[in-house]
């Protein structure tokens, strides 16, 4: 029987079917890539704008619910040095900062994520608390707990018995810097000390002031109340968005009316700020205006101050010096800082 023979394929057909199919598996292939970086797009979030949760409606429409800013959202953000040929600061125990509000650009850091005692700029967080959880109308009686603070401290003059606004009490602290404020304040707005106290480290935390913790409201010296400048940065930052805040802080002297009581005649007490920009006892450099700030010394804190400012051209910045050996380095090195401001444009 004859063996009918297949007819043979063309000499080149394997080679090409091979390719072929190494062709379909390599677009099969990118094509599966590219569909999962599509869907790992679609599924990331953008750290660098603030995010918007949404859900659909009863309709299938998209529909944005809320926004949730990122934390770092409009904040400076710097190395712990960032050193300048044109600043020297007093020693290299100091430490500072001078920050471009507007456009977050830092001019200047020394040491600012270094434990340092805050002395009075406690009282920051204090005036903050007593603005978002206090009744400014509300009538306080000033108690003998309220004055037992240490020799020397700074007083206002108030006296047991005295009964003030706390609107009168914000002043007093923010202006003249008293601890007898703080004291009043704090037990009327936190119903105690302590538990006032435990209010400022919640809202530390909630600015993000990790290297900070209050133990008492005014300031004075105490081994475990310490913070950082760049906390000191973050709440300051966060005071000066609050009118009431800055317009106190910015005020040469405040006079505090008394009304009689405990057999003692009505009294007026002159109050001057500790800031010496704002009362004329060191004049800034030229076209800086001091929008307002906070100043603070204690033996163990050294002299410190921060500050918020403006340039010729309404540029803001804030400038905080601490740990400055006495009150003439401060302002020395702080005329330094601001002596760049007018430069940065």
Request: net charge negative; charged share 15%; with cysteine.
């Amino acid at each position: 029987m004859k063996r009918t023979e297949k007819p043979s394929k063309p000499a080149g057909a394997g080679i090409w079917n091979r390719i072929l199919a190494a062709m379909l598996i390599f677009i099969l292939v990118l094509a599966l890539v590219l569909g999962f970086l599509i869907l790992r797009q679609g599924r990331d979030l953008d750290l660098g704008s603030p995010y918007v949760p949404k859900f659909s409606g009863d309709s299938g429409t998209e529909v944005s619910f809320g926004k949730a800013e990122p934390f770092a959202e409009g904040l400076c953000v710097s190395e712990e040095n960032v050193l300048s040929q044109e600043i020297a600061l007093g020693s290299q125990e100091e430490r500072g900062l001078l920050f471009n509000l507007e456009t977050g650009e830092v001019l200047f850091s020394q040491n600012i994520y270094q434990r340092t005692y805050p002395a009075s700029i406690t009282k920051i967080m204090t005036a903050v608390l007593a603005l978002e959880y206090g009744n400014m109308e509300d009538t306080v009686t000033i108690t003998a707990q309220d004055l037992s603070l240490e020799e020397g401290s700074q007083m206002s003059g108030m006296e047991a018995g005295d009964t003030v606004t706390m609107d009168q009490l914000f002043h007093t602290l923010v202006v003249y810097s008293a601890n007898d404020a703080a004291m009043a304040i704090a037990r009327q707005v936190g119903g105690s000390v302590d538990h006032f106290v435990e209010m400022m480290n919640q809202k530390a935390k909630e600015l993000g002031m990790t290297g900070t913790n209050f133990v008492n409201p005014h300031g004075l010296h105490q081994e475990e109340h310490y913070t950082t400048p760049y906390d000191v940065y973050l709440m300051l930052h966060y005071a000066s968005q609050i009118p009431e805040f800055l317009n106190t802080a910015g005020l040469a002297s405040y006079q505090l009316d008394l009304p009689a009581a405990g057999g003692r005649a009505a009294r007026t007490l002159y109050l001057s700020s500790t800031d010496q920009y704002l009362t004329g006892g060191r004049t800034a450099p030229k076209n800086v205006s001091v929008l307002g700030g906070k100043t603070g010394t204690t033996p163990e804190a050294g002299s410190n101050l921060a500050i918020v400012v403006q340039n010729s051209y309404g540029i803001p910045y804030m400038a905080i010096i601490m740990n400055a050996e006495n009150s003439a380095v401060l302002y020395s090195d702080m005329d330094q800082l601001l002596s760049l401001v007018n430069g940065d444009v």
